[in-house]
């Protein structure tokens, strides 16, 4: 069965994740005529809805967990209603391998035509001593195909995972099940041999690359590349893949790269989306993760994203990246659960896990008025999420600096080298970027 390949950033998608996944599946459909599809793993933020608003872009879909649907094995066969000839059954269960599914006209499923229910009716007809049968195969072919059909079939939703009903399957006695919608209409039909070892979906992970900050059961899944620019942490695989880790300043970066290498130009507007990217993951060029090469992409995106007949025609970069980074920033729009949970990521080392997340405003005052209210829900976020202790990393992205809030550090921490101040927050100068500088700072604390 054919499958299309995922192209998916981290959970708790940021900009950049969803900006490098569509780039590149558009990359891959231009270059390779791959059947690619954008993906997601969450819910995206604020500044992602607003960036693809104002591009006119579609959300990616939304892939949840990698493990395999019934949908994937569901074999659309053709069916007849109930009041039907039975010939009508026999026709499509000659083609079908001998199954006929028997659909009511409103679409929910009446029973199937098989090889058992058939001999069943022969049965009833005929008794146990057929030599006294007086009707001929005609006659039985002229009869409704609600008399032949075995009605007790089992059902199973088409986005259930197989994983979870296989065994339940395996139990039946049928050779055959129904796959319905939400609304319990026909679907198609499963068989159960396909159950044993259905067909993995096919991930391309961009902007991560370990196994914890993926979609779930991601080992469940092909993985067919990675595309990132991130610390190494990656699940081995079973065969060699294509996997493309730099140290630039954004994925976006990356998929610009790739898309000059292939000759193309991108369309202005997912131009604009890599680099509202570039610009998001390096505060416009000032986070220390940014390279030359971001300067480089940001360039050539300009060149193909301020055109006359885009989106984009009355902004030039300036203008733009400060529309991009204040749509992600501030803390008193938002409830404040959400300031915690929404750019956030899972760690593990030594014994701990912890999380840091990062929220952005344009000015650090902001802070005060809601910092009790923040301090409760990453608390509250720990506790449930079952963690050692959380960083909360609100940065300010006009001077470039951050206040850390810590709920339940280890006492290491303390030789964290920012400025301690009165209501227990840290002040870091200079400290914008997570992954360049806090993350390092606390790993090399806590593994010593
Ligand atoms: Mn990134």
Known sequence: ????????????????????AIGYTWLLRERDGADVIAARSG???????WVLEFLGLEMPYLLSDASP??????HRLDTALPEQPLREAWAIASRTG???????ADGTPFGMVTGNSLFNLINQLAGPHPVKINTTINDILDLPCDQASDTTIERFNKTARIRDLVKKALREEDNEFWVVDDHGKYVGIVRQ????????????????NEAQQSISSLEEAELLEILDHHRLGNPPTNSPIRFMVEPVGSTSTLVTERTVEAGLALPPEIAGLLMAGIISDTLNLISPTTTKRDN??????????????????NEDLKSYAEKVLSA?????????????????????????????????????????EHLVKIEDALKQMRVGKGLDFAVLMVTDVVSGSSILLLDNPPLILEDLPYRRNSDGTLTAEGLVSRKKQLVPAILSLLEG
Not at 296 to 313: G, M, Q, Y
């Open 69 to 74: 649907r019934f949908e994937v094995v569901t």
């Open 328 to 368: 992600g920033t501030g803390l008193g729009s938002r409830p404040a659960n959400e300031v915690v949970t929404g750019d956030i990521k899972i760690y593990k080392a030594s014994d701990y896990e912890f999380s840091i997340s990062q929220a952005e405003v344009t000015d650090l005052y902001e802070l005060n």
């Open 1 to 20: 069965m054919r499958l299309p390949t995922y192209v998916i950033g981290h959970m708790n998608p940021d900009l950049d994740s969803i900006a490098s």
């Open 296 to 313: 480089e992409a940001i360039k050539k995106l300009a060149r193909w994203a301020f055109v006359d007949n885009s989106r984009l025609k």
């Open 43 to 49: 819910v995206i933020n604020k500044q992602t809805a």
């Open 98 to 104: 001998g199954v006929a599914p028997i659909v009511n």
């Open 193 to 208: 041999r396909d159950l044993l070892n259905p067909p993995r979906i096919k991930l391309i992970l961009v902007d991560h």
